[in-house]
T-cell receptor
């Protein structure tokens, strides 16, 4: 089974802090993704990476950055946390650099981040 | 218009009954489709992929209608454990595996 592990289930930070969310997958997947999920809005893609040191902006990258120094690890960084970044953050991974059909994404447990 | 639209529900279903719901997508070039299940405060989990000819996995049946750009999920003989939010997911064409998620349809199975 694919295992995607996020470093924290719950996190509380203060406005202006720099926040790091870590994600590790153990299936040698090329693609990794960071989403946030808010009630009524569904999952929205923040950033994704299709290879080490490669990153692409998703639909809502503002206020975030990412780092992928190793294939198995994809980090999301909130440069200066704000209250509107309070959300559930989900990391996912999937197989394949090529744009293959029917390659689902596998999710970590999620991190509930509260910014006070 | 949202790229993937779902009826949020809730669909209240008596145990043992059948429930079905649809999802529409806007990009006619979309190629891959999935249903995910998400329990309250948990991560989404893949329920099933949706193939062109339709496919079945136990009590779950998924159908794809490309002409009308919708996919459907049918649950037969509903169990209490089927209570969850079902996310319709569409792979964007030429997108490095990026997926577009609907906001979900809530199903509540009652005794």
């Amino acid at each position: 089974d694919v295992k995607v592990t996020q470093s924290s289930r719950y996190l509380v930070k203060r406005t202006g802090e720099k926040v790091f969310l870590e994600c590790v997958q153990d299936m040698d997947h090329e693609n990794m993704f960071w989403y946030r999920q808010d009630p009524g809005l569904g999952l929205r893609l923040i950033y994704f990476s299709y290879d080490v040191k490669m990153k692409e902006k998703g639909d809502i990258p503002e206020g975030y950055s990412v780092s992928r120094e190793k294939k198995e690890r994809f980090s999301l960084i909130l440069e200066s946390a704000s209250t509107n970044q309070t959300s559930m953050y989900l990391c996912a991974s999937s197989l394949g650099i090529l744009d293959r059909d029917h390659q689902p994404q596998h999710f970590g447990d999620g991190t509930r981040l509260s910014i006070l | 218009r949202k790229e993937v639209e779902q009826d949020p529900g809730p669909f209240n279903v008596p145990e043992g009954a059948t429930v079905a719901f649809n999802c529409t997508y806007s990009n006619s070039a979309s190629q891959s489709f999935f249903w995910y299940r998400q329990d309250c405060r948990k991560e989404p989990k893949l329920l099933m992929s949706v193939y062109s000819s339709g496919n079945e996995d136990g009590r779950f049946t998924a159908q794809l209608n490309r002409a009308s750009q919708y996919i459907s999920l049918l649950i037969r003989d509903s169990k209490l454990s089927d209570s969850a939010t079902y996310l319709c997911v569409v792979k964007k064409p030429d997108s490095w595996g990026k997926l577009q998620f609907g906001a979900g349809t809530q199903v509540v199975v009652t005794p």
